[in-house]
């Protein structure tokens, strides 16, 4: 009775913690088959197209033979699976061996994948991983019709992200983080429904107005920003993902296709950024700043003020190359299933639901920009109110669009 009496004690106390919060949480179950065949016919794959993936250990491999059947359904070539080795590595590891091991690996790789049309990246794996940089090599190198899907359901970027995923999403301040049952239903329904269609001929409109002239970007804190993308590249994650799309595409970041789906990237002609970007709560040498505000001139790092923590600002890009103290990149997400809720908000996938904006300073090479030497780079800063406007004409209006 005892022990009965403890477990509807703690059944109650969890279902009023639950009302507390308002928190309902899906029921969900993870339709692997049905992702993996629409993986498979964003790829468009032609008869004989080799294809391999690459996998963290222990997550979501119950995946693996779906996206395999679904390859050999479509005519491609299933090579199989490389499985990373598993991260964080064991602390009794010596660090020199491990990194002349890993880096051997990677000229490994990019011999025996050299013949491979297409990589698809599992959730927990990184560039820090030989096979997947091997790829992102051969796609530089080799281009063609090589190109990788990226199925970052959790984030790989950071130690969270291949436990529980929540480092894939950003919280925001005074809410809790979403369970992952409800990331889970968000982000299997994105790639599940999205209208691509749809979502391409948008970005296509969108893009096409910024190449007219001056684009402004403003916020009710302050960001105040203007820039000109002139004939620069535009990164359109539409989830098209053919041989045909890739071919004629020069940067890493084109050929690496994201699922879900849903932004458009772009490093602005430096000459051209001018203005204010004010920051929400911020995190700068992984401390807390308040009212952050940086000032751009002609692409650079002009100064930084802050209510609080001004000195984390400074010492976070004192730390890099003056090279890289610039402006990186503009961000957009167009994805209508991924916008932020209303109720217990959080951003999801990276910012890649419509309105959300992303803004990022540092090294810009990868997108086609001309900040280059050092490796900084801050893309993960997100803001979800803010208003764009095209040679004057409003497309998004306090993180929602009008056009």
Request: net charge neutral; aromatic share 8%; glycine share 10%.
């Amino acid at each position: 009775m005892k022990l009965f009496a403890l477990a509807a004690a703690a059944a109650l106390s969890l279902s009023a913690v639950a009302a507390a919060q308002n928190q309902v949480l899906p029921q969900r179950t993870i339709q692997y088959q049905a992702i993996a065949e629409r993986i498979v016919t964003q790829l468009r794959l032609q008869p004989g197209e080799k294809v391999i993936s690459v996998a963290m250990p222990g997550y979501m491999n119950e995946f693996q033979p779906h996206i395999r059947y679904a390859v050999m359904k479509a005519g491609g070539v299933d090579l199989g699976v490389i499985d990373a080795l598993r991260t964080p590595y064991p602390s009794e590891w010596d660090a020199k061996t491990l990194r002349a091991g890993l880096d051997a690996s990677i000229e490994g790789y990019v011999k025996l994948l050299e013949d491979v049309d297409v990589g698809i990246m599992m959730p927990g794996v990184n560039p820090a991983h030989p096979a997947y940089k091997a790829m992102q090599r051969l796609l530089v190198e080799k281009g063609g019709p090589r190109r990788t899907i990226h199925f970052h359901w959790t984030d790989p970027y950071g130690p969270l992200g291949s436990d529980l995923g929540l480092t894939g999403v950003t919280i925001m301040p005074g809410h809790p983080a979403p369970a992952m049952q409800t990331i889970d239903v968000t982000y299997q329904n994105a790639i599940l429904n999205t209208d691509y269609t749809a979502l391409e001929a948008h970005q296509d409109r969108f893009v096409a107005a910024m190449r007219k002239g001056k684009v402004r970007v403003t916020t009710p804190l302050g960001t105040n920003l203007t820039f000109e993308i002139g004939d620069r590249p535009v990164i359109r994650q539409d989830g098209v993902a053919s041989a045909e799309r890739v071919r004629p595409l020069k940067t890493l970041v084109d050929r690496e296709i994201e699922i879900p789906a849903g932004v458009i990237r772009v490093a602005p002609v430096e000459s051209t950024v001018n203005g204010v970007i004010a920051y929400g709560p911020s995190r700068w040498s992984a401390r807390s700043v308040e009212g952050a505000k940086v000032t751009i001139k002609n692409g650079k790092i002009a100064g930084v003020s802050a209510k609080s923590g001004v000195e984390f600002m400074r010492a976070e890009l004192d730390a890099q190359p003056e090279s890289v103290r610039s402006f990186r990149e503009l961000g957009l997400g167009f994805n209508p299933l991924l916008t932020v809720p209303e109720r217990d908000p959080w951003i999801p996938y990276y910012g890649y639901g419509a309105g959300v904006v992303r803004i990022g300073l540092g090294n810009n090479s990868e997108i086609g920009g001309a900040v280059t030497g050092g490796g900084y780079n801050r893309w993960r800063d997100l803001f979800t109110d803010c208003t764009i406007t095209l040679n004057g004409e409003v497309w998004l209006k306090d993180g929602k669009f009008v056009k």
